[in-house]
């Protein structure tokens, strides 16, 4: 009764983003707690997705609860201008948690508008405007970071306002337009090809026009693309030989998803900018920062920064951050996630081995993909990007649902993003699902 009641409710007054609005992909959802959400008919889902790639402590934690409570009862808001407690002190505990030097915070809503923040910094810092961008990229949904992103999302709005953002290929090498057989090559030759491929662009558009580079450091929703070795370190140094600045988005990729606090920390490269958000506050108040290089602050200390955000440092999302730091560090999640994501490889693995319709699995951390294939020979994707989904592709999405998996699925690509709290008995438990489900498109295939 209750479940019918704010369903239908909900679904008469909300407009629903990403969605045609007849028929919407709603759950209903009363109450959730640790890897687990219900609904008030007491059907329970394994969150394999931590709601939207970002409840990286789990749900319903107290500490955080109560640290956001004692936010609200003894300062709920305060101006962008105005210095707090609770300002103070995250400033300082980000800055321990990112290399020395990049120690200057911009606070956002979100993670949309870190990226757009980012950009106008590095242009106005730079004194140049374009900005290049992966095609396999999102970075997020307003105008300036959706003219950012590379990904099918991108096209529906063209042309787009914000002129100057070039895209280029992503080192991806189960779909290499470089490497079309697939043919298993040396990482770092991989790598440079993909720097070459780069170079080329960043000579083609005139290194004194191009700002900066900005990337998924692990991409996220287009399917876990960890950077093969030497690439990371080589783009690096082409930025710095170019005098072009490295952004890295770490919005979904950060506070350890992939068992360090940033995933730039596994290759060893110190960025110019990061952006952020999502695991910041796992989810528990809306909040991005942008952390940049002190000479880059520093270079607005006589010049105007043209930008801002009423809800810029909202004392109650800064306390939700720094208490979920503090939930990290506790509860040793990076070390969680480096352990639970040995478990997930594993049975990442034993999946491909088993199912036909398994094309590739990837994953760093607890930050997995498995690509479903029609066929491994041809590498076709089942259920092809930006259409609707194939019979045996909803198959798989309807089967997880009904059995109680909360997962995310890039049209053929699943992804594995739980809470870092999992343990290797609930991955086991969400696996098992996965494996009937797979079962079911290897009989169709
Ligand atoms: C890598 C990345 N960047 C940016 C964004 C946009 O963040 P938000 O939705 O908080 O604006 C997302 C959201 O999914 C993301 O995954």
Redo the contacts with the bound molecule.
């Keep these: 009764m209750e479940t019918d009641d704010f369903l239908a409710r909900s679904l008469k007054h909300n407009f629903w983003t990403w969605s045609a609005q007849r028929n919407p992909d709603v759950i209903p959802v009363e109450k959730a707690d640790g890897v687990y959400f219900w609904e008030p008919s007491g059907k329970r889902y394994l969150d394999f997705n931590s709601m ?2 970002c409840v990286n402590i789990g749900h319903g934690n107290r500490t955080v609860q109560e640290a956001m409570i004692r936010q609200i009862r003894e300062l709920t808001f305060a101006g962008p201008h105005m210095a707090t407690k609770v300002r103070a002190e995250l400033g300082e505990k980000l800055a321990t948690l990112l290399p020395t030097g990049l120690d200057r915070f911009l606070y956002t809503l ?4 870190a ?1 757009e923040n980012a950009i106008k910094l590095a242009r106005d810092y730079r004194g140049k405007f374009k900005i290049l961008t992966r095609y396999r990229s ?4 307003t105008m300036g ?1 959706m003219a950012l992103s590379g990904d099918y999302r991108r096209l529906h709005w063209e042309p787009l306002t914000m002129p100057g953002v070039v895209h280029f290929e992503d080192p991806y090498p189960y779909r290499s337009p470089f490497f079309p057989d697939g043919q298993a090559v040396d990482e770092q030759y991989f790598s440079q090809v993909y720097l070459d491929h780069l170079e080329d662009i960043i000579r083609g558009e005139g290194p004194e026009t191009i700002a900066a580079v900005l990337i ?1 450091t692990v991409t ?2 287009n399917g876990i693309l960890v950077p093969p070795q030497g690439y990371l370190k080589g783009l690096r140094a082409l930025c710095d030989h170019y005098g072009i600045l490295l952004i890295t ?1 770490e ?2 990729a950060g506070f350890g998803r992939t068992g360090r606090w940033f995933a730039f920390q596994n290759w060893d490269i110190v960025p110019d900018i990061v952006t952020m ?2 695991g910041l506050t796992s989810g528990y108040a809306p909040l ?1 920062a942008v952390a940049m290089k002190s000479e880059i602050a520093d270079s607005f200390n006589d010049k105007m920064y043209f930008g801002g955000l009423t809800y810029n440092g909202h004392p109650v999302s800064l306390a939700a951050a720094l208490a979920n730091i503090e939930v990290i560090e506790q509860e040793g999640l990076l070390e969680n996630t480096q352990k639970r994501g040995e478990t997930l490889k594993n049975l990442l693995a034993e999946m491909k081995a088993k199912h036909i319709c398994v094309g590739d699995v990837r994953s760093i951390g607890l930050f997995g993909a498995i690509e479903l294939v029609r066929d491994r020979q041809t590498r076709e994707p089942l259920t092809p990007t930006a259409q609707p989904l194939t019979a045996t592709m909803k198959k798989v999405k309807d089967y997880l649902r009904a059995h109680g998996l909360y997962i995310n699925n890039t049209f053929h690509i699943l992804l594995i993003i739980p809470p870092l709290i999992i343990t290797d008995e609930q991955l086991r438990e969400g696996f098992a699902i996965i494996d009937e489900a797979l079962t079911l498109a290897d009989a169709d295939l």
């Design positions: 939207v790639m979100g993670g949309s508008e990226n999102y970075h997020g949904a970071s998924e996220g929703t988005d919005v979904m958000a999502k991005g």
